[in-house]
């Protein structure tokens, strides 16, 4: 559009010019060709209008002065030569320009905007479907196994192929993290079966008349190895619940009433080594979570402070409405302790603990945003679990 | 007393009938939904296992027939799933008690007992076993007239080798049995000697003979 004003600005000036010096030209004719006939009756200038002087000059001139536009050429008159200037006014043009000018720039401002405002408005109407798709997308989390909803007709063919092809695709992204959920879930309950054969028939085996000091032996090793990994399976069953989300119903409970029920168990069962526990529980202390997760997450807690601990060692628990903090006695652990919460890492070589116990805590402590914090100084480990905002 | 055992695996089904016809029990096994529907409907049972994982059939629709036809049977629920909404929903369908596996043989044993107690004993809330006079109601034991002071724990290990009298006991078995916490979230059997350890002497002090045995360090026998 610009280049169109602009051309027909340039096409205008041209042909004002070429009028000027129509008109410039005109004028030398006619009144050279009147003054040429009567050089008596005829003036030899007239304001404005033409200036004949005898003389000579080379070529032709022309051009503009003030308000007006001359020509200079010479004629010859009866073997003499006269310079004839005509004059015209040029202010008219001038203003004739200025105002095209005026209006095309006008024009073009004016319509400059319309195009813009009228192309923003049919844009934004017109990319509508395109804007929700993608905020449907944005906020999609396939972990939340959400259907995803989307305008497959649109009006606009282009966004309804894609919506269609996003469709699909997230169903198929789905199905496959559907099935790899199940995988792991399903491989872990067919593992229950032999592990609850072999269990089985040792204890079977316990009862046999031939058992003699050697079989029994043999046995109780198979024993053993049979109950870790069948205590492994069932965490990591419980892991990969709590990946999934499968734990999703929280009630609010009452935490002291909790631990004092763990603990209760845990330091008569550990008395007779001789361990002292200490503790201090603030009165109806409540937590919003799902209670048997919790409960699982206490229980491993309280569980390591008393397996990891020394004879006649102690262990202290203590709950308030902001902290649940366990310290006890007992020899450092090897490794990095920031480690100590990954699977399988264990402190010490111990075969009574799998190493998924405290992946279990810190999966747990995860999911409700609590925050765990370990510390081993001087002879003393101190965990503390904190509640958000409490 | 008759038990019927449905249990799809074999070797498992082998294992828990094994271990009940040692203990003098008339027990019967059946693999599938339909031999489990049949035996049901021709016999009166004490007693059912039930695993709910069955092929052809839930074994929790069992268990909803044998309740719509009023039938009396004691039913123990068998699951792999440790789901507690699938313990809720069994118990729902009218099952008197609920074990996941992997279980422990004892264990099994001592639910089955304890579910015979409360169906033909009500009234009666003491058991005798040699010298020792357990009265459940209470949660006391005395032996010759006199009490002998027991720790929750104590207790519940004595009354757990008692219902397994005579038969062995793994220490994993009763570290499991003792718990009262989150299930699979067990401590280990590492002390349970230690009780095991006060309890005799506790007996003992009493005048009771020697009667819990260990067992070539597999477990521990009560034998009366």
């Given at each position: 559009m610009l280049a169109g004003s602009v051309f027909f600005y340039l096409v205008l000036i041209g042909h004002i010019r070429h009028m000027k010096h129509q008109q410039l030209q005109l004028k030398q004719t006619n009144f050279w060709t009147a003054y040429s006939h009567d050089t008596v009756k005829v003036p030899t200038a007239l304001t404005g209008e033409y200036n004949i002087i005898?003389?000579?000059?080379?070529?032709?001139?022309?051009?503009?002065?003030?308000?007006?536009?001359?020509?200079?050429?010479?004629?010859?008159?009866?073997?003499?030569?006269?310079?004839?200037?005509?004059?015209?006014?040029?202010?008219?043009?001038?203003?004739?320009?200025?105002?095209?000018g005026i209006s095309e720039a006008v024009i073009f401002v004016v319509l400059l905007i319309a195009i813009v405002v009228v192309n923003r408005s049919s844009s934004r109407r017109l990319w509508t479907p395109f804007y929700s798709t993608m905020s449907a997308i944005g906020d999609y989390d396939?972990?939340?196994?959400?259907?995803?909803?989307?305008?497959?007709?649109?009006?606009?063919?282009?966004?309804?192929?894609?919506?269609?092809?996003?469709?699909?695709?997230?169903?198929?992204?789905?199905?496959?993290?559907?099935?790899?959920?199940?995988?792991?879930?399903?491989?872990?309950?067919?593992?229950?079966?032999?592990?609850?054969?072999?269990?089985?028939?040792?204890?079977?085996?316990?009862?046999?008349?031939?058992l003699n000091e050697d079989t029994a032996q043999l046995?109780?090793?198979?024993?053993?190895?049979?109950?870790?990994?069948?205590?492994?399976?069932?965490?990591?069953?419980?892991?990969?619940?709590?990946?999934?989300?499968?734990?999703?119903?929280?009630?609010?409970?009452?935490?002291?009433?909790?631990?004092?029920?763990?603990?209760?168990f845990f330091k008569e069962y550990y008395e007779n080594e001789g361990v002292n526990t200490t503790i201090t529980l603030e009165p109806a202390v409540q937590i919003t979570a799902n209670p048997a997760l919790i409960e699982i997450l206490v229980n491993n807690l309280l569980r390591n402070a008393y397996i990891h601990n020394i004879p006649n060692g102690w262990v202290m628990v203590r709950l308030t409405q902001t902290a649940l903090t366990i310290e006890n006695s007992g020899p450092p652990i090897e490794g990095d302790p920031s480690r100590l919460f990954d699977r399988f890492r264990k402190g010490r070589v111990d075969n009574r603990t799998t190493?998924?116990?405290?992946?279990?805590?810190?999966?747990?402590?995860?999911?409700?945003?609590?925050?765990?914090?370990?510390?081993?100084?001087?002879?003393?480990?101190?965990?503390?679990?904190?509640?958000?905002?409490? | 007393m008759k038990l019927l055992v449905v249990e799809d695996e074999p070797s498992l089904l082998n294992s828990i009938t094994r271990y009940f016809r040692q203990e003098q029990f008339l027990c019967e096994g059946v693999s599938t939904y339909n031999d489990a529907l049949q035996r049901?409907?021709?016999?009166?049972?004490?007693?059912?296992?039930?695993?709910?994982?069955?092929?052809?059939?839930?074994?929790?629709?069992?268990?909803?027939?044998?309740?719509?036809?009023?039938?009396?049977?004691?039913?123990?629920?068998?699951?792999?799933?440790?789901?507690?909404?699938?313990?809720?929903?069994?118990?729902?369908?009218?099952?008197?008690?609920?074990?996941?596996?992997?279980?422990?043989?004892?264990?099994?044993?001592?639910?089955?007992?304890?579910?015979?107690?409360?169906?033909?004993?009500?009234?009666?809330?003491?058991l005798d076993v040699g010298i020792l006079r357990v009265d459940l109601a209470a949660r006391s034991v005395t032996t010759a007239g006199q009490p002998i002071p027991l720790s929750r724990i104590e207790y519940d290990l004595l009354l757990f080798l008692v219902t397994n009298k005579n038969r062995v006991v793994s220490r994993q078995a009763i570290?499991?049995?003792?718990?009262?916490?989150?299930?699979?979230?067990?401590?280990?059997?590492?002390?349970?000697?230690?009780?095991?350890?006060?309890?005799?002497?506790?007996?003992?002090?009493?005048?009771?003979?020697?009667?819990?045995?260990?067992?070539?360090?597999?477990?521990?026998?009560?034998?009366?």
């Open positions: 005898p003389g000579e000059i080379q070529g032709d001139i022309e051009s503009d002065s003030a308000n007006l536009a001359y020509m200079r050429q010479t004629h010859p008159l009866n073997g003499r030569p006269y310079i004839v200037t005509t004059y015209i006014s040029a202010k008219e043009y001038r203003h004739l320009l200025i105002k095209v396939i972990r939340q196994n959400k259907v995803l909803s989307l305008n497959a007709s649109t009006g606009i063919e282009e966004f309804d192929r894609l919506n269609h092809t996003l469709l699909a695709l997230i169903d198929n992204v789905n199905q496959a993290y559907r099935n790899q959920k199940q995988f792991t879930e399903n491989a872990s309950h067919e593992l229950q079966t032999p592990l609850a054969i072999i269990r089985s028939k040792v204890e079977l085996l316990t009862e046999s008349p031939g046995l109780q090793e198979i024993n053993e190895a049979n109950e870790r990994l069948s205590q492994m399976n069932k965490n990591l069953l419980l892991l990969t619940k709590i990946e999934n989300g499968q734990f999703p119903d929280a009630t609010t409970i009452d935490l002291s009433q909790l631990v004092q029920r763990l603990i209760q190493g998924l116990g405290l992946a279990l805590v810190k999966q747990i402590a995860q999911l409700y945003q609590y925050d765990i914090r370990y510390t081993y100084v001087e002879g003393v480990h101190q965990l503390q679990l904190s509640f958000p905002g409490a | 049901m409907e021709d016999t009166q049972y004490d007693c059912i296992i039930l695993d709910i994982n069955l092929p052809g059939g839930s074994g929790l629709q069992l268990l909803k027939y044998l309740r719509e036809d009023k039938k009396k049977d004691g039913v123990i629920i068998l699951s792999a799933r440790d789901s507690l909404d699938d313990k809720i929903i069994g118990l729902d369908y009218g099952a008197d008690d609920y074990l996941t596996k992997p279980f422990h043989l004892p264990e099994l044993s001592a639910r089955v007992k304890a579910l015979l107690r409360r169906k033909y004993l009500d009234g009666n809330t003491t570290a499991e049995h003792l718990y009262d916490g989150p299930t699979d979230q067990a401590p280990g059997p590492e002390f349970v000697y230690s009780h095991i350890k006060n309890l005799k002497k506790k007996l003992k002090e009493k005048g009771c003979p020697e009667i819990i045995q260990s067992v070539y360090g597999l477990g521990y026998k009560l034998v009366v």
